[in-house]
């Protein structure tokens, strides 16, 4: 388990090294329950730098390991199927992708408008 305050102390300074500031909106793209405790203590860093957080949760996909966990969709990501939370992400300064968007149109569309993305997953 992780200790809560120093998670949120190395996001802050992660957060600082993206160049996150005051006014600045950070969101962050989780899938169901996975990695909630990375998605609030990068809500907690973002605060500590006056930037407006947003969470962007998405629900659950199949799980495909015999752990119950979901295995990578590099190239496939959920977002295909909500253009809502598609347009916020394109809104935001920068992008906490806590579900590996990597290779996906939709990383690079969230890109296209600028926007920064930060990919944080173990």
Do not use: N, W
């Amino acid at each position: 388990m992780l200790d809560p305050i120093s998670f949120a102390d190395l996001c802050t300074k992660e957060l600082k090294l993206c160049g996150v500031h005051e006014g600045e909106t950070v969101a962050v793209l989780s899938q169901q329950d996975e990695r909630k405790q990375y998605a609030d203590a990068f809500m907690v860093a973002a605060r500590r730098l006056g930037a407006t957080p947003l969470h962007v949760r998405l629900p659950g996909g199949a799980t495909t390991y015999a752990t119950g966990t979901r295995a990578p969709t590099s190239g496939r990501a959920a977002l295909v199927q909500s253009q809502a939370a598609l347009d916020a992400l394109k809104e935001a300064d920068l992008v906490v992708d806590l579900m590996l968007l990597l290779f996906s149109s939709e990383q690079l569309e969230i890109q296209a408008v600028g926007t920064r993305i930060l990919l944080c997953v173990e």
